[in-house]
């Protein structure tokens, strides 16, 4: 005869409903638990579970309602959260969503306070400390933003987001140095993010470290990051340096593969016109105003 230790999942579900069936309710729970310990995500099983306990929280339950969120039915998560926050208050993952719808309908004082509570439940949860961040900032708290978005780093360092949501920041601070070495991280973790690389740049550009700008800008370049204000600010970089053949050099190539963007002959105008050659100066604003009539550009165009 079978012991407890030795009964399998499915006999131990017929006992469950076997015992369900005839009322034991204490035999049916014992053996339904028996078989979502080894299974927590068993359908039969949390449905013989349920019968016993209509209010009954499972992780299919929190997934079901992330999806609700997903397909942005938020009123329907609102409500089946908050009930069953009041059953369940210690699940950390109710009070996160109830915070996300709030944040959805922007009542961002409340949000915070549910993401405050999930992470005192789940301190140990990057996601809450990230919610938490995003949530700071949007209520104009920047210091504890900051400590938050550390906190993630710390909790997962291998999630790009929270390095660059924390350069930003600074950026706005015009703390640039600090923004760099952020973006710089994040780089390491994403090296084929041509956006990243050039975040990257322009933090080390805005900094004053022309040397480091110019490898990120040419290693976004390299990925296709070819936008127009990459290769200018990568003009102006090496520019910084003293190196105004290699900056002429940049502004020919683009020119030359697009002579008829009047922003091309405008921006090397100005460039020309930093270094003293004014002459060569006029002669790109003279292009730029033929292709664009209405431009207006600093100083007598000859």
Not at 88 to 96: A, D, G, K, Q, T
Not at 99 to 128: E, I, R
Not at 207 to 223: C, P
Not at 256 to 267: I, V
Request: aromatic share 10%; glycine share 6%.
């Amino acid at each position: 005869m079978a012991t407890e230790k030795t009964v399998s999942a499915k006999e131990a579900l017929k006992i469950a409903d076997a015992a369900a069936a005839k009322g034991d309710r204490e035999k049916a729970i014992k053996y339904y638990n028996a078989v979502l310990q080894k299974y927590p995500d068993h359908e039969k099983a949390i449905a013989g579970y349920r019968k016993l306990h209509p209010n009954s929280l499972f992780r299919s339950d929190i997934d079901d309602l992330m999806k609700l969120f997903a397909e942005g039915k938020y009123k329907e998560v609102e409500v089946r959260a908050g009930m069953l926050i009041e059953l369940y208050p210690n699940v950390f993952e109710l009070w996160s969503l109830m915070g996300s719808v709030l944040s959805v309908k922007g009542d961002m004082d409340q949000a915070l306070n549910y993401f405050k509570k999930a992470s005192v439940l789940a301190p140990y949860n990057a996601t809450t400390h990230i919610n938490l961040a995003n949530t700071y900032l949007a209520t104009g708290d920047v210091k504890r933003a900051k400590s938050s978005f550390q906190q993630v780093i710390k909790l997962d360092p291998k999630y790009v987001g929270s390095y660059i949501e924390f350069a930003r920041i600074y950026m706005r601070e015009e703390n640039y140095k600090a923004a760099a070495e952020l973006y710089k991280e994040a780089s390491k973790l994403s090296p084929k993010s041509a956006e990243i690389l050039t975040s990257t740049a322009v933090a080390f550009k805005a900094s004053g470290q022309f040397v480091e700008a110019i490898k990120y800008y040419r290693s976004a370049i390299d990925l296709g990051g070819t936008n127009l204000r990459v290769f200018v600010d990568l003009a102006d970089c090496e520019l910084s340096i003293g190196n105004i053949d290699e900056a002429k050099r940049i502004f020919d190539i683009i020119i030359s593969e697009g002579p008829e963007n009047y922003m091309a002959h405008f921006q090397y105008g100005l460039m020309l016109r930093k270094i003293g050659d004014d002459a060569a100066a006029d002669e790109q604003f003279a292009k730029a105003i033929k292709l664009n009539p209405d431009l207006k550009v600093p100083g007598k165009v000859n």
